[in-house]
């Protein structure tokens, strides 16, 4: 096994020719700049709006606003690499397509792992949400589902083993046994999922305009919630702004984070869009700066309505409408979540088979996994596959270890992607004047030979300034250094070579902050993250050398 060829790239012309112009052109090309907007919006607005939220209100207080800036400068940054590698090579893949042009094929391979924690995994959760907010509104037309199916099997058996009353523990004493097994899993989840998996089966045209209406339906409520909560907002209730300091705000960072997930799902769209060098980059682009607004204000107004330690819940915009009285707003809110929920599902559902066909394309998964439904034109078995991968975890798994892991792999993937950016060769003046006229998206080339270094300067002055004890803390090297104190340390460390590398290498400025962005918020995740997310890595380098290192496209051609 030669070392160069784990690193082995594909070239640009290769990948348009089988993206769409060449052998593969079996996709319906249906999708507008509009249509990919609202796919960012469907995929960006769900459970990170109406779960997640809670959990980072309740950690970081009013000051979670803050967070929720940095997270969307991040993203922010990151959308404009997807965009520029979206308008030079606009095919289905994502970031996985984009790795193999600037990394080489094993980071392009962990990529496409990465992903399918964030695409697939991910959709457990929303799955999880959508069914508690499903469950309460078949609750306001008093029809009761019994507990053992409305809930998952560990988080029963966690209640049971902390003794703790409620829905868990109703559910692991009411539920029926089958050869000394409890039954008890999440109904409502799994339907969803095997509704959405036939609806993303069917169609790209009909996904798209059941999504367009969904986000309709679920901003139209949002904002109504927005203006009704604003009537009980108390100002008090803003004071103390962070009230667990700065790094109570951090703590929530996977929770944040998780609720700008999406975004990067609508370059797995390139194939089916009808002008995606031009469209990709703003649909990405118009979601992002839409969602943020609405995240900012919403958060200001739950933070507002009640003190931020009562937040902590799963249906947080429920409970604050319950805490104030306001029962009709609770059904209202019922409603707008499951239709956000079943828009975000929709949408990574729709991701995850794309990522797959791609690879298989290259050889790195199964052929089937390629294979174009010659009616429906969508890829058939990708999809189905998908939609199992969803489907068999509800039984067994519970919502909070899948946020964190989505999280985590998806902000790996955004630092592959914003440092694949600053790999890419430059282009021709020809190619470039080519990109102009047509209307192409291009990130502007801003210098950072000097101005990345003095950002990094005036960072760590005025965190010397405001905050003296904390780089003494950072470098102390106590018992709990590594759980602690390590990702902070490899950050500081890397901005210090990313400052060196641009003024040596004058690289371009806004990839580079994009990379910086999201390896800060990294240094937010806790260390069992790190921990699992190493594990998934390792599997996925298992299955690549017995699998897709051999039977690579790229290992026919050189043999």
Not at 309 to 326: H, M, Q, R, T, Y
Not at 377 to 390: D, E, N, Q, R, Y
Request: with cysteine; net charge neutral; hydrophobic share 50%.
């Amino acid at each position: 096994m030669s070392l160069s060829n784990l690193f082995r790239k594909k070239s640009t012309s290769v990948i348009l020719k089988e993206g769409g112009d060449g052998e593969h052109s079996g996709l319906n090309k249906v999708l507008t700049v509009k249509d990919l907007t609202f796919f960012g919006i469907a995929a960006i607005i769900g459970g990170g709006t109406f779960s997640a939220i809670g959990n980072a209100c309740f950690s970081g207080g009013p000051g979670v606003v803050i967070l929720y800036i940095i997270c969307a400068i991040a993203c922010g940054f990151t959308a404009m690499c997807y965009a520029e590698f979206a308008s030079r090579v606009p095919v289905s893949g994502s970031a996985y397509t984009y790795a193999y042009v600037s990394f080489g094929e094993l980071f392009a391979w962990i990529i496409g792992w990465a992903l399918l924690m964030e695409y697939s995994i991910g959709n457990i959760y929303i799955a999880f949400s959508w069914s508690g907010y499903f469950t309460n509104l078949l609750e306001s037309f008093h029809i009761h589902l019994p507990e053992w199916l409305t809930i998952n099997y560990k988080s029963a058996q966690d209640a049971l083993l902390a003794n703790k009353p409620g829905e868990g523990l109703t559910a692991w004493n009411t539920a029926p046994t089958l050869g000394g097994l409890r039954i008890i899993f999440d109904l409502p989840a799994v339907v969803i999922n095997v509704l959405i998996t036939y609806l993303v089966y069917k169609g790209t045209k009909e996904s798209k305009n059941f999504s367009n209406a969904m986000v309709y339906i679920k901003l139209a409520i949002i904002i109504l919630v927005i203006i009704v909560g604003a009537m009980y907002v108390d100002i008090d209730n803003w004071t103390p702004f962070m009230p667990n300091g700065f790094g109570g705000v951090m703590a929530g960072v996977s929770a944040v984070f998780f609720a700008y997930i999406g975004f990067d799902a609508v370059s797995t769209l390139a194939e089916e869009s009808k002008n995606p060098q031009r469209d990709l980059p703003r649909g990405m682009i118009y979601s992002l700066v839409i969602c943020t607004i609405v995240y900012i204000i919403l958060a200001l107004v739950l933070t507002g309505m009640v003190k931020y330690d009562l937040l902590g819940v799963s249906d947080p915009l429920a409970e604050i409408f319950a805490l104030k009285g306001v029962k009709w707003m609770l059904f209202i809110v019922s409603i707008a979540a499951v239709v956000a929920m079943t828009s975000v599902m929709l949408v990574f559902q729709m991701g995850q088979p794309r990522i797959w066909m791609t690879m298989s394309r290259d050889g790195l998964m199964p052929k089937k996994f390629s294979e174009i439904h010659p009616k429906h034109k969508t890829p058939g078995f990708a999809t189905i596959v998908t939609g199992l991968v969803v489907g068999i975890p509800i039984f067994f798994t519970d919502e909070n270890f899948v946020l964190d892991f989505t999280s985590i792999g998806t902000l790996f993937a955004f630092v592959l992607v914003c440092g694949g950016v600053l790999m890419l060769s430059p282009q021709s003046e020809a190619e470039l004047a080519e990109r102009a006229t047509k209307g192409k998206f291009r990130i502007p080339y801003i210098n950072s030979k000097y101005i990345f270094p003095l950002i990094c300067l005036g960072a760590f002055g005025a965190v010397q300034y405001f905050l003296p004890t904390f780089f003494p803390k950072t470098f102390s090297y106590s018992d709990n250094f590594f759980a602690e104190n390590a990702p902070m340390v490899v950050f500081i460390i890397l901005c210090l070579v990313m400052a060196v590398l641009a003024f040596l290498k004058n690289l371009s400025l806004i990839p580079l902050l994009g990379l910086v962005s999201c390896c800060y918020l990294l240094t937010g995740m806790a260390v069992s993250n790190w921990q699992w997310f190493g594990i998934w890595l390792v599997i996925g380098l298992i299955v690549y050398f017995l699998y897709g290192y051999k039977n690579s496209k790229l290992n026919r051609l050189n043999s």
